[in-house]
């Protein structure tokens, strides 16, 4: 949408939730000719009502997307996975803001999502500290999504955050069906260009072969942490130039998780994946009828056979 002469506003969003590979499909689509994207990939502009909070200025929000001035873009996109998690309050915000858009949202089986949350927080969120996955599911189970104050609760809200019905029904409930666009994990690792094509179809844009898909933002276990810090400061701070050398971004990832990648992690525990696959036995089941009575096929398999 155009906010006016000076700035423009995203008309499409990648709205998570995390560990699903939101950060691959961003850097895919600003390969696209006709979508420019925001300055950083998270903004998390929309999180205040998460949090109980009001918006800040609009035009600071339109800052980030300056460079996507310079030409008349059919698509302007940002990223920021943690908008699925606020539902119904972040979609009356966006819509309030942004007038008409759309919104991807990319769900992955919930089990293997937690677990690999769990290797996120402890290698980039809180790198040095020696956290096992049971203490990490004490502290999800400790922090329901109403109980939300800030950015760094979202790390351990993706229990509930799993249950991804409750939170689908309040999304088509406020912006509707026809903005909203499912991909599946799993059907991007079987089947990338098929997933791509039905993205593209949907956004009306012809496919480019030549565009490659790139694979990102993946959970390791970590040899050093501090090489682990160092390398975050260094990506936010050139975060605006790395988005638009995507090869010298893609080189610098590959070197980074050649050294400091463990070959090998601990496994999760038998009885913390079976708390889990009991959690979401039955969000799960209501998530298929879910789908199914909306039109959604192709449905992965941890979903046909919920």
Not at 171 to 189: D, K, R
């Amino acid at each position: 949408m155009i906010m006016n002469r000076e700035h423009r506003l995203p008309n499409l969003i990648l709205g998570g939730p995390g560990r699903t590979g939101t950060t691959s499909l961003f850097e895919y689509l600003l390969q696209v000719s006709q979508i420019c994207g925001s300055q950083k990939k998270e903004t998390n502009f929309f999180l205040g009502p998460l949090y109980g909070r009001p918006l800040s200025p609009v035009v600071d929000y339109a800052r980030l997307f300056d460079r996507c001035k310079e030409r008349d873009y059919r698509y302007v996109v940002e990223s920021t996975p943690s908008y699925f998690l606020g539902g119904r309050k972040i979609a009356e915000a966006m819509s309030a803001v942004l007038g008409d858009f759309k919104i991807v949202f990319t769900l992955r089986e919930p089990v293997e999502r937690f677990i690999s949350g769990y290797w996120h927080v402890k290698s980039k969120v809180l790198p040095g500290e020696n956290m096992s996955i049971e203490e990490y599911l004490d502290r999800a189970i400790d922090m329901p999504i109403e109980k939300i104050r800030e950015y760094n609760d979202i790390s351990y809200a993706i229990l509930g955050e799993g249950s991804y019905v409750d939170h689908l029904e309040q999304w088509y409930e406020t912006v509707g069906p026809e903005a909203i666009h499912i991909i599946f994990y799993e059907n991007m690792l079987s089947d990338i260009d098929d997933t791509l094509q039905g993205l593209l179809q949907w956004l009306e844009l012809e496919v480019d072969d030549a565009i490659t898909f790139p694979y990102t933002n993946k959970s390791i276990s970590l040899r050093s942490s501090t090489l682990q810090k160092i390398a975050g400061m260094l990506n936010r701070a050139g975060e605006p130039f790395l988005r638009k050398n995507q090869r010298i971004k893609n080189i610098m990832g590959s070197l980074y998780y050649l050294i400091n990648a463990k070959k090998e992690r601990e496994t999760c525990p038998s009885k913390v994946r079976k708390y889990l696959e009991g959690h979401y036995e039955v969000p799960n089941k209501r998530l298929s009828a879910f789908l199914r009575q909306n039109g959604i096929t192709n449905l992965p398999q941890w979903i046909v056979n919920a």
